[in-house]
């Protein structure tokens, strides 16, 4: 089931957020964020582990104080992913975690302060290539808009964003990305294709406080797929009260279900019903739970019946069709053997891991002949 994405891209200013593109036409980029203190620097890093484990391209670490910033040091001397700090009102702390090895900066240069303060954080971030993000959210707009609009709308976002946008034009500074984020999705879909028409610079896509894992889940599917449906969009973080590490899944879930990045097991699945000739539900929940690992891009139907089993599985790279007294498994659209209930998962998880195994030796030896 390899299909190219019919959808055209917003075409963007690239930057560089460390060593990973964003914009132009580079891959959309996966993010999350850190909820340790940061203070304590071994949970922070042991979460930011888990996160690159997970496939994550990009982590945020809030630095709310100086401590904090001296702490951003110790974290990213011992982590390789690119991370970008939050900072708020103190440009001292911006300055600081730049001499760091900061990836980018999460500010707001209209709460840094007096122009001589927004200089000096832009200036550090020129003089080391560190690109800034402008993130305006409905719940800290400017009172001055609060009181003009009466309420957040996604013209008050708008306008946030162009004021802080207008102070980095002053001083000539274009590498910079954008947020404009709400917990109300149609606020901010209609935030975002205001902008995205006005300005060059890569969008940073999310719904702000989207929820707990199921309802900020549907929420974010919704408001990131509409948005990334037109086009817009190049680097996105689904926000959950949750383990953040579930926010990179459902990131890379969403671009998959959109043919816009490939990361993993792509599971096709029947909802199962009375014509199943094995358990549907519990089979899936312990391939998921067994295959996490697996970050090799495989499309997988797993169907419990011979209705829609065979039309799936042949447009699958591995597929199962539930069949009595046995289930047929397909390899590569076609019946490759028949599959006992009794060992029915584990013979499909070391079928699975045996097709992995052969499309990286495939790979490997790709690149060893492009080397030679």
Known sequence: MKHESPIKRRRSRQIMVGNVPVGGDAPIAVQSMTNTNTCDVAATVGQIRALEDAGADIVRVSVPTMDAAEAFGQIRAQVNVPLVADIHFDYKIALRVAELGVDCLRINPGNIGREDRVSAVISAARDRNIPIRIGVNAGSLEKDLQRKYGEPTAEALVESAMRHIEILDRHDFQDFKVSLKASEVFMTVAAYRQIASQIEQPLHLGITEAGGFRSGTVKSSIGLGMLLMDGIGDTIRVSLAADPVQEIKVGYDILKSLRLRSRGINFIACPSCSRQNFDVIQTMNDLEARLEDVNTALDVA?????????????????????????????????????LDNATLTDDLEQLIREEVARRKEQEEAIIARSDS
């Open 302 to 338: 797993i169907i419990g019946c011979v209705v829609n089993g065979p039309g799936e599985a042949k447009e699958a790279d591995i597929g199962l069709t539930g069949g009595s007294p046995k289930n047929l498994f397909y390899l590569h659209g076609r019946p490759d053997r028949k």
